[in-house]
C-alpha cells in the first residue's frame, strides 16, 4: 500500500512539474545582477548591443523588429511607482515621452493599464496600440521602481503577429522582476 501511494505521489509530482514547466517552454532567462532585474524571453532571440539606448535590448533572429528592452532610469525625488500615478497615469506619461514622443511619427494608445504585485514591489503592467508610419505594432510594459530608479521593460512586435504571440509575450512582461 505505501508502495502504491509513493508511486502515485511520483506521478502527481511529475505531473505538476510539467504543468509548471509548460508556461516558460522556449524562454530562457536573462540575469542583470548589477542593476538588479530579470526577466524571461524566448530562444531564438540574441542581444543587441545600443550605443546610449536601453540598459539592455534583445531582438528575435528571424522577426528583428520584435524585440524586448529594458530601461533604467532615475526616479525624481525618490518617489514610489504610486507616487508617480495610477496605471493609466504613468501609462499614458510612458506613452507621450517614450514610446510615442512628439515629432516621432508615432502615435500610442493605451489600451489597458493593471497593477500587480511581484513579491514586495508594485509593478504596473501596460499594453499599447502603437502606430508608425509604415506599420501598426503591438506594446507590453511593465513598469517598477526601486532603489531610486525606475526599470521600464518594453516588449514589441507588429499587430499582425500580436495574437499569434500574445501569450507567450505575456509570460514575458509578467516574469520580469526587479530586486
Known sequence: MVRVVAIVLMVVSLGLQGCIASGVAGLKSYVNSYNGYEFLYPNGWSEVKVQNGPDVVLHDLIEETENVSVIVSPVPDGKTLEELGTPSEVGYKLSKNAIAPPDSGREADLISASSRQVGANTHYILEYAVKL??????????????RGQLFTLNLSTTEKRWEKLRERFQIVVNSFNVY
Open 133 to 146: 508610419p509604415n506599420q501598426e505594432r503591438h506594446n507590453l510594459a511593465s513598469v517598477a521602481v526601486r
